[in-house]
């Protein structure tokens, strides 16, 4: 294919470089920039191809900038992308007609077979179309029938593959990509008697995508300034779930995680109501995830207990601490200070539930136990001013319990 700066010193015709029609006395004379008739198809289509790129950068001079780059007359450049992207609803006249055959495609010879011969069906240009090696058929196959069938299907099922120039692309353009996205045509009798066969799609490798990426950096930036800047890294953290939500999400690492910080913040910053829901979340995707006894499932079940037991949701927090004691028990074992924390904090429920003898009961005795496991412990002191409290509340009410 000849570049277009290899044609600067050919002659032509004084006049306008683009004739319709032939000069019955043409002037020859030596011009810097010549212009043949007949450019290759595949330049021209490599041209369009340039100008669509460059569109996408700049708005404006996009033609005449790919025109001075390739050596080439702006207004030939002008003429390729107007004809390339011209809407191909309306029917040729004569004159775009014959502007067309200076374009035709030229499909490669390896991707045509004849459906009788099963042989491969160059294109002829004595005959300008294409027909098999065994002439099985009475007369070729048009090239511009069969081009504009091809492109047409490209259109309808593959569009992603042209160029973007703004503007819709005609069939004779879409079928110059066809070697990129068909594997093989098979031809019948007729230009629309045709079989394609499609180019497989390659699946790629799983990957993190970048909203992933970007939603993981946040969470870790969150983690990071949850101490010193919690209004901040609660910022990051709704960022980081946009769009997720907690009632109905899938069970995700990252969005658990992300969840459980985010709940953490709230209480901190006094809002339970608004922990619970993401508390909730964190919970059920640990535990989908890793198990119902696995640390980051009990600190997230410890998490939702503590959000239903400050926003007054009592009933709810027992169930939760009685389940949360039964899992640390069976896992860290029933004399183990996270154990007898959770007990000791299920009492405080029950009184809250106005259960105050159970309440009692179960506190006395978790001191003891506490007292004998872990006689260094100052929890015991706390564990033991609680209880002074409930028996100072139960007084001072007029509670008459009887004790066991």
């Known amino acids: ?128 179309g294409y027909q098999c090696q065994q002439n099985c058929r009475p007369r070729p196959l048009a090239a511009a029938a069969l081009a504009d069938v091809i492109g047409r299907a490209i259109l309808r099922h593959a569009p992603r593959i042209l160029p973007t120039t703004g503007a819709p692309a005609s069939p004779h353009l879409a079928a110059i990509h ?5 594997a093989r ?32 950096q946040r969470v870790a930036t969150a983690r990071s300034l949850a101490l010193t800047d919690p209004l901040r890294a609660r910022q990051l953290l709704h960022a980081s779930v946009t769009g997720i939500d907690p009632t109905t999400a899938p069970a995700h690492p990252l969005h658990a995680e992300a969840a459980t910080l985010l709940a953490e913040l709230q209480l901190r910053l006094g809002h339970p109501t608004d922990a619970i829901g993401w508390a909730t979340y964190a919970h059920q995707g640990t535990t989908h995830l890793h198990g119902p006894t696995h640390p980051r499932s009990l600190h997230a079940l410890h998490l939702l207990a503590t959000a239903h037991r400050r926003a007054g949701h009592h009933q709810r927090a027992h169930g939760l601490y009685r389940q949360l004691g039964e899992h640390l028990a069976a896992t860290a074992g029933p004399h183990a200070q996270p154990t007898l924390a959770a007990h000791a904090t299920t009492a405080l ?24 496991e872990h006689p260094d412990d100052s929890a015991t002191v706390r564990m033991t001013q609680h209880l002074t409290r409930i028996w100072d509340d139960c007084a001072s009410k007029g509670h008459q319990h009887h004790d066991s």
Not at 178 to 182: D, F, G, K, N, S
Request: with cysteine.
């Open 349 to 372: 429920v029950l009184h809250a539930l106005g259960h105050c003898q159970p309440a009692r009961t179960l506190l006395a005795d978790t001191i003891a136990t506490h007292r004998r």
């Open 178 to 182: 066809a070697h990129r996205i068909l």
């Open 1 to 128: 294919m000849p570049s277009p700066s290899a044609l600067a010193t050919q002659t032509e015709p004084a006049g306008d470089p683009h004739p319709a029609t032939d000069h019955p006395h043409p002037r020859p004379t030596t011009r810097t920039m010549a212009f043949p008739s007949r450019y290759p198809p595949d330049l021209i289509d490599a041209v369009v191809q340039r100008v669509a790129d460059a569109r996408t950068v700049r708005a404006y001079g996009a033609v005449t900038s790919v025109a001075r780059q390739l050596n080439l007359e702006p207004r030939l450049v002008q003429k390729w992308v107007t004809r390339a992207t011209a809407p191909a609803a309306h029917p040729p006249t004569r004159r775009a007609t014959s502007a067309a055959t200076s374009w035709e495609v030229h499909l490669p010879p390896a991707l045509l077979h004849c459906r009788s011969c099963h042989q491969p069906m160059p294109y002829t240009h004595q005959h300008q």
């Open 185 to 216: 045509i098979t031809i019948g009798t007729t230009p629309t008697d045709i079989t394609l066969t499609w180019r497989p799609t390659p699946t790629p490798a799983p990957a993190r995508d970048q909203l992933t990426i970007e939603r993981a």
